[in-house]
């Protein structure tokens, strides 16, 4: 009964890291949707009205369609302890292990042209980024379609393999 009961588990592990792989190829998916979302809210917010970065971004990182996006909350917490905008933007996405390195080159050269020129400038960054994460969502789509059922299956194969070898 015990020996049943290990294998059960065994199988149960392998499966799950199988769909914890999955799930982490569909979270990147998920937060290229967030940068969007977080980009095209701050061209609206910047077009009407015209604050300061540091109200910008407070207001966005309440919203919920964007929550995902941890490092916001870094940059304003940089920002009240008396650091700069581009220190604070930098030193919040390179401590976010969630984005992937793609999202973070984006938003790292994002984060170089914001606040540097006025708003039309800054409009016309948000469209640039916005066209560039068009091209890493779409990597990331397809990435997720192609590996994302391999990897549950090779992770609940690879734990009926265990199992079996342990018997």
């Known amino acids: 009964m015990l020996k ?3 294998i059960i588990f065994i199988i149960i592990c392998g499966a799950g890291i199988g769909a914890k792989a999955s799930g982490d190829l569909k979270k990147q998916t ?12 701050l061209s ?9 970065l540091f109200m910008l971004i407070s207001e966005l ?5 964007i929550q995902e ?3 916001l909350s870094c940059v304003l917490d940089n920002m009240s302890s008396g650091m700069t ?3 604070a933007w930098k030193n919040a996405l390179s401590d976010d292990t969630l984005l992937s390195p793609e999202l973070t080159e984006l938003l790292l050269k994002f984060g170089e042209s914001l606040g540097t020129s006025d708003i039309e400038g800054q409009l016309m960054s948000i469209e640039r980024s916005e066209e560039e994460l068009s091209g890493i969502y ?3 789509l397809s990435i997720y379609r192609r590996k994302g059922r391999l990897y549950r299956s090779i992770g609940l194969l690879g734990g009926i393999t265990a199992a079996l070898l342990l018997c």
């Open 4 to 6: 049943l009961l290990g």
């Open 30 to 41: 998920e937060l290229c949707i967030s940068v969007r979302t977080f980009l095209s809210e």
């Open 44 to 52: 609206i917010l910047m077009r009407y009205k015209g604050d300061t």
């Open 61 to 65: 990182s309440e919203r919920q369609s």
């Open 69 to 71: 996006l941890k490092f």
């Open 85 to 87: 905008f581009p220190y």
């Open 138 to 140: 779409e990597n990331a």
